[in-house]
């Protein structure tokens, strides 16, 4: 089965620090895409960053960076320079090549800290 | 960016009774539209995909005769919660694909529907 696995339930950081979050996957696939969703208290779901497998690169976006490791399965993202508007539910996610359908892990609530 | 719209963001109906949710692609033609269901402080879980034209492919444990999703055209997409109960309380939230567009693979998604049955 295809999973997303986030360890961290809950993360805090100080303002204007860098914080890490975590996600590992599982799949037998070669093609497929990862993404980090923010979910503010709003509900809104936003796409902060995402990754293609093929991509050895990392892939960035301002603030917001990933560290995506294919051999281990690992998909992390590093949020530097936190701010207060950072504060959110962040899911990891993942889609293979091929298909629309997300896996979602079950996410990171991060706090920042004044 | 990609718009998609919900309607209505809020409900409220009485137990026995139907609800109609609807989902918009606003700028762009949704090849696939998803619907999804979140508990509190819980992470979203798909309910269904739609295809314009087709009839909608459910998850497991997803009841299609309670649950109904009509996907009419590439824009639009409802579920029409029937004879709810309080247990159908929950937000919905929808997303829609525009495949193999650049970027492929994307989903934009809805700003979601809280339904509360009484």
């Known amino acids: 089965a295809q999973t997303v696995t986030q360890s961290q339930p809950e993360m805090s950081v100080q303002e204007a620090e860098t914080v890490t979050l975590s996600c590992t996957y599982d799949t037998s696939e070669s093609d497929y895409y990862l993404f980090w969703y923010k979910q503010p208290p709003s509900r809104q779901m936003i796409l902060v960053i995402r990754?293609?497998?093929?991509?050895?690169q990392n892939a960035t976006e301002n603030r917001f960076s990933v560290n995506f490791q294919k051999a281990a399965k690992s998909f992390s993202l590093k949020i530097s320079d936190s701010q207060l508007g950072d504060a959110a539910m962040y899911f990891c996610?993942?889609?293979?090549?091929?298909?629309?359908?997300?896996?979602f892990g079950k996410g990171t609530k991060l706090t920042v800290n004044p | 960016g990609a718009v998609v719209s919900q309607h209505p963001s809020w409900v409220i109906c009485k137990s026995g009774t139907s609800v109609k949710i609807e989902c918009r692609s606003l700028d762009f033609q949704a090849t696939t539209m998803f619907w999804y269901r979140q508990f509190p402080k819980q992470s979203l879980m798909l309910m269904a995909t739609s295809n314009e034209g087709s009839k909608a492919t459910y998850e497991q444990g997803v009841e299609k005769d309670k649950f109904l999703i009509n996907h009419a055209s590439l824009t639009l997409s409802t579920l029409t919660v029937t004879s709810a109960h309080p247990e159908d309380s929950s937000f919905y939230i929808c997303?829609?694909?525009?495949?193999?567009?650049?970027?492929?693979?994307?989903?934009?998604f809805g700003p979601g529907t809280r339904l509360t049955v009484t």
């Open positions: 997303s829609a694909g525009a495949g193999l567009a650049d970027p492929p693979y994307e989903q934009y």
């Open positions: 996610a993942y889609t293979q090549g091929g298909s629309e359908k997300l896996v």
């Open positions: 990754q293609e497998a093929y991509k050895q």
